[in-house]
């Protein structure tokens, strides 16, 4: 069965006066139970074998990157524990005033993924793939200067804004939202800056007085 992929515009934030794409395949879920089924049909062990396997590595897996281990599976992939500040507190910077964490406010929020280079040559070899269509923008009714104005009146208000907020407050999708805002803290007449990275950025007004004093 031929695996499909879709053409996603993306907007244009470099200046260029054209948008961009990208491609994404179209997935379908697969359940443990199915994943089993297909071990199965290619295997020559019982049934209860592969499911008992693929337990204990469920099981197992947790406590060895508890233990600070970064585990690799041979042509799957590496595991590691990604780390960030507990969801109930602001995340540090390397800033003067910024309140000192401890252990207790530090915990695991993800769990990171490197595909093994044999695993992608695989799928890469078995993808036979075939065009499911394109996925165009939905073009926004506002301008980034009127967008720029409603970040501005949001951070006013709650002083901190996250991605999220401004795909809520603007309607853009989060990838254009995410460039969007990147662009717009890099203008410095926007009043608008950021602070951490990753996971844990998150955008507020230039003026530090704007910024409430956490505990």
Known sequence: MDAKY?????????????TQAYYKMVTRAMNHEQFIDVL??????PRSTYKAVLTQIAEKLPGCLANGFSVKIDEVGLFTARLGVRKDMLPDAFEPGETKRNASSIEVRGVSFKADPELIRKTRTKCVLSSGGVSRLKKPKTTLEERTAMARKFLEKYHLMRVMDYVR???????????????????????ITFRGRGSQKFYVLSSLEAIPNIK
């Open 40 to 45: 199965c049909r290619d295997g020559s062990l």
């Open 169 to 191: 407050l603007t309607g853009l999708s989060k990838t254009t939202a995410s460039l969007e805002l990147r662009k717009i803290a890099d203008d410095p007449a926007s009043g």
């Open 6 to 18: 879709i053409k996603k515009e993306i907007a244009d934030l470099n200046g260029t006066g054209r």
